[in-house]
């Protein structure tokens, strides 16, 4: 089980030591971010830990909230009975009096309880209910956005609620990289040139909006075509002079390049040259991101960038991040019942209702040249 220390320990004597079994996902784990500030707020004094999957923990080691980010690996180091004891063990080597289990998984549970933590606060399905000490009635399926799920388990625990707003950090460095690699992909010029007019001048030094375009998602169903993402790059370049960079994950560059291939106007490929820090920051230096809905939108939400977000198969009610007016979400219904949880449908309809031109008009306002975050700021 790695560790990543995070804040300053907190050790007061008889001090509340908390841990929080956290979520598999990107976006789920910026979802917890208000719950995690609310149980801080609630037990300033106390020692907070959150462990969660290895692709997670990036997103909470700047969290101001947290004194400690534990790896649990269970598709690794942590997996079978053999890896779950190796975990409870390390667990209970930290004394924890008290477990918020914001994920339902049974198998969280009985580390948890192999651990000897005396306080055990999770959402009661039918097998593990009796593991917990309060347990709370689970909402009925597809009811409740992701925030609100957590934060009305930690209402059953007296923890009250201080607000949905994400929380996460990115340093002066990682916006210091952020420009460096926009200006090296050359969407992003150092300096504009002056005018004699005062002001800036044109051509080279000219401000222009850039575009940060996020194609993946976690499957397929909820991927926006290529070739629409390729048509509007286009057209933000024509019709707005835009930047435009396709960024993601290492996994996502071939996405990316066949988007690329089909595009007239070559975007900037920068798949996999960011950690998750360095691309929150990135989304600070852009006039606006377009994104499926997918760890990067929530990101981009959680840093208050200017962003699209694209949904289809799945409910923006549920899963977008919380309204905002930097936040703009299409959504593609045609009456089918969502969420939807195919991985594969013949015909993906539902994102297909959403068309270049409806992104671009959500886009339009943000795109004037020499306004906001630019290709020359």
């Not at 909230?65 to 667990?91: C, I, K, N, P, Q």
Request: charged fraction near 20%; hydrophobic fraction near 45%; glycine fraction near 10%.
């Amino acid at each position: 089980m790695r560790k990543w220390r995070v804040g300053s320990a907190r050790m007061e004597t008889g001090a509340p030591r908390i841990v929080i079994m956290g979520v598999n996902w990107l976006g789920d784990a910026l979802f917890m971010t208000p719950a995690i500030r609310a149980v801080r707020r609630r037990h300033p004094g106390a020692f907070l830990a959150c462990a969660v999957p290895p692709r997670c923990r990036e997103l909470l080691a700047g969290n101001p909230h947290l004194d400690l980010v534990l790896t649990f690996d269970e598709r690794g180091a942590d997996r079978g009975m053999t890896g779950l004891w190796r975990f409870s063990r390390a667990l209970r080597a930290h004394r924890f009096d008290t477990c918020f289990l914001f994920h339902r998984s049974f198998t969280r549970a009985v580390g948890v309880a192999l651990a000897g933590i005396p306080r055990r606060i999770g959402y009661a399905t039918w097998k593990r209910g009796w593991l917990l000490t309060t347990a709370a009635p689970m909402p009925p399926k597809d009811t409740v956005h992701k925030v609100a799920f957590f934060l009305n388990l930690l209402a059953a625990a007296g923890v009250p609620s201080d607000g949905l707003g994400y929380d996460f950090v990115s340093s002066d460095e990682d916006r210091r990289y952020a420009r460096q690699l926009l200006q090296a992909a050359g969407v992003m010029t150092p300096h504009p040139s002056p005018s004699p007019h005062g002001g800036e001048g044109r051509g080279e030094g000219r401000r222009r909006p850039i575009v940060a375009m996020h194609a993946g998602a976690n499957w397929d169903l909820k991927r926006w075509p290529p070739a629409r993402f390729a048509r509007l790059g286009d057209e933000l370049a024509e019709r707005f002079g835009a930047g435009v960079v396709l960024v993601g994950a290492a996994g996502d560059r071939p996405m990316a390049e066949g988007i690329a291939h089909r595009m007239r106007h070559p975007p900037a490929i920068l798949c996999g040259q960011t950690t998750l820090a360095q691309l929150g920051a990135l989304f600070t230096q852009v006039a606006a991101v377009v994104s499926n809905d997918s760890g990067p939108l929530h990101l981009a939400s959680a840093v208050g960038a200017r962003a699209v977000g694209l949904f289809g198969p799945t409910n923006p009610v549920l899963t977008a991040p919380p309204p905002s007016p930097t936040l703009r979400v299409l959504f593609g219904s045609i009456g089918c019942p969502v969420p939807c949880y195919r991985h594969w449908c013949p015909i993906n309809l539902c994102l297909r209702q959403i068309a270049p031109d409806d992104v671009l008009e959500a886009l339009a306002p943000w795109l004037v040249p020499g306004e906001g975050p630019c290709a020359s700021c």
